[in-house]
């Protein structure tokens, strides 16, 4: 089916969700090539991407601490290119494949260091996401600079974006003010780097992974940015923290890795994984997320009475009318309007300016609202 748009363009059929759905391998790893295995998914099937890409770090012989003893770096084949070119070639397919797989309000995660992330950030534009945030993490705990020639590298960069401009992405803002201990989120994060009991070792007690992410990083990221049921895809999955965390609250997830020692690991990892219970996923939701509910309804359900008075601040009154508006001297209109034109203001929210009476005492109109929305969900 072809729709045409007002410029008589061609536009892509809408998706659908549950057809997608049913087709995709859900709480999967998937090996093999990302590319390839991120355009053998359905189109705008996904939700959240987050990658962890290559980051080239161009590291030229061993790096070792001031006793000799040899740092374990990232030297690994699947970080190394054979120049700028190369990896911009290899960066432009998978974020071109990857917003393929964007649904239209769907956004991506992008986490790297001063070697690559300022490629990925142009690439990321000129493939047509729309950069929202960039995001300092700061670690609590970094690597110290050994050879004393740069400033110890403290931070990595995450780039969120939107698969459009105009797409209506997900942000969880209350949730995370939350987090935060009532405090607006900021785009610089001080977490830890993995050490300890998170950080996952292989058979020989070698890390298993150079650059296994904290658990803390992805749980914000996710917390944040996507809901319950959504689909998480990760095309650089690793040892799979974005698919425990993902797994955990509740979302559901799909890594592509092709190193089959990460694959195996993070299997292992997963198995022991159990998902939050249904109120733990449960987050503050922002008033604009609330349903809407009209003052009027109040009015036609008999929770306020055609010619009742309702009462501002200062104790001026208004009436209320048969279809849900007020009427004040000569002042008719919403209970925003009302309110506005009462103090004088631009715009008043009528919900938290007026109360009426019950048994004596005032009540605000917002808790009658609170109830229609209480039975909404």
Not at 19 to 27: H, I
Not at 173 to 193: C, F, H
Not at 341 to 363: H, I, L, Q
Request: charged share 25%; glycine share 8%; proline share 6%.
């Amino acid at each position: 089916m072809t729709i045409k748009t007002k410029g008589g363009a061609a536009a892509p059929p809408p998706v659908d969700d549950a057809r997608n759905a049913a087709e995709l391998p859900l709480n999967q790893i998937l090996s093999g090539d990302c590319v390839e295995r991120m355009n053998a998914l359905p189109e705008g099937s996904i939700d959240l991407i987050f990658a962890d890409p290559p980051y080239n770090l161009q590291l030229k012989g061993d790096l070792c601490r001031p006793d000799n003893s040899r740092v374990d770096a990232v030297d690994d084949a699947w970080d190394q290119f054979a120049s700028f070119q190369t990896y911009d070639t290899f960066t432009n397919a998978w974020l071109k494949a990857a917003r393929r797989l964007l649904k239209p309000n769907g956004a991506i995660w992008v986490i790297g260091s001063y070697h690559n992330i300022f490629r990925v950030g142009a690439a990321l534009q000129n493939a047509g996401y729309w950069i929202l945030n960039d995001v300092v993490w700061r670690k609590s705990n970094p690597m110290p600079n050994f050879r004393g020639k740069r400033l110890t590298n403290a931070h990595e960069t995450l780039i969120w974006a939107s698969r459009d401009e105009g797409s209506k992405y997900t942000f969880n803002y209350e949730a995370l003010k939350q987090l935060n201990e009532g405090t607006q989120m900021r785009s610089d994060w001080v977490l830890p780097i993995c050490t300890g009991h998170e950080r996952l070792k292989d058979d020989a007690g070698d890390k298993a992974h150079p650059t296994q992410k904290p658990q803390s990083l992805l749980h914000r990221v996710i917390l944040g940015t996507t809901n319950p049921g959504d689909v998480v895809l990760d095309p650089f999955f690793g040892t799979g923290t974005t698919g425990a965390v993902a797994k955990m609250l509740g979302r559901d997830f799909i890594g592509i890795e092709r190193e089959q020692a990460y694959r195996d690991a993070a299997e292992k990892r997963l198995n022991s994984v159990r998902k939050f219970d249904r109120e733990a996923l449960s987050v503050t939701t922002s008033k604009r997320a609330e349903p809407r509910v009209p003052f009027g309804q109040l009015v036609e359900r008999g929770m306020l009475r055609p010619g009742e008075m309702l009462i501002n601040p200062r104790g001026q009154m208004a009436k209320v009318r048969a279809d849900g508006t007020l009427i004040a001297d000569d002042v008719k209109g919403s209970i925003h309007q009302v309110g506005a034109a009462m103090e004088g203001a631009p715009s008043c929210n009528g919900w938290t300016y007026w109360s009426f009476k019950r048994d004596g005492k005032s009540v605000p109109i917002d808790i009658l609202r609170q109830q229609i929305r209480a039975e909404m969900t």
